[in-house]
């Protein structure tokens, strides 16, 4: 059974800092990995989808690698703003596309 | 391209009634997923579709749940006789078939049972 750990649960941030979001996952066996946010009481947003056999995937200030043998993914996000405050989820992808979460970060960016 | 649609957005039931909520997918998604979310955790897996078919129903589905796809379009997910513990944010989600494409997720429903 795929099991996702996040790190940090929770951080805060000064706007401007670059800063970097932390998953593990158990089983590698998967077929892509998505990164989420989540605004309080809302649904979620995809940021990032990496196939397995990628690297890594940028778009605009958010950067996500992979590495499926670890069993590891970051996301960097550059030069936060306050707007980036909410929940960061990552998901793993197995078999069906099913997404296994993990509870998230739970950013905060202070002015 | 209209996203995915979720109705209501919120629900207010008294435990022992019946609620059912609806999810209109991308419309050339095939493939069309329920979560539930419950407050400080992340989503879990109910149940999925591709098409019409419901592949796979995860242990967390109770026999109170039943969830359905008729046609392939959109979904409903029904549960009976609502208990306090039934009480989450329940997503809808939609990709195409095929393990390399990503979600769309809708923007859910808050079930409160009091």
């Known amino acids: 059974k795929q099991e996702v750990t996040q790190i940090p649960a929770a951080l805060s941030v000064p706007e401007g800092e670059n800063l970097v979001l932390n998953c593990s996952f158990t089983d590698s066996a998967i077929y892509n990995l998505q990164w989420f946010r989540q605004d309080p009481g809302k649904g979620l947003t995809s940021l990032l989808l990496?196939?397995?056999?990628?690297r890594e995937q940028t778009s605009g200030r958010l950067n996500a690698s992979l590495d499926k043998s670890s069993g590891r993914s970051t996301l960097y996000i550059a030069a936060s703003q306050p707007g980036d405050s909410a929940t960061y989820l990552c998901a793993p992808a197995g078999t069906a596309s099913k997404l296994t979460f993990g509870t998230g970060t739970r950013l905060q960016v202070t002015l | 391209d209209t996203g995915v649609s979720q109705n209501p957005r919120h629900k207010i039931t008294k435990r022992g009634q019946n609620v059912t909520f609806r999810c209109d997918p991308i419309s050339e998604h095939n493939r069309l997923y329920w979560y539930r979310q419950t407050l400080g955790q992340g989503p879990e897996f109910l149940t999925y579709f591709q098409n019409e078919a419901q592949l796979e129903k995860s242990r967390l589905l109770s026999d109170r749940f039943s969830a359905e796809r008729p046609k392939g379009s959109f979904s409903t997910l029904e549960i009976q006789r609502t208990e306090q513990g039934d009480s989450a944010m329940y997503l809808c989600a939609s990709s195409h078939l095929g393990e390399t494409y990503g979600y769309t997720f809708g923007s859910g429903t808050r079930l409160t049972v009091v």
């Open positions: 990496i196939q397995s056999s990628q």
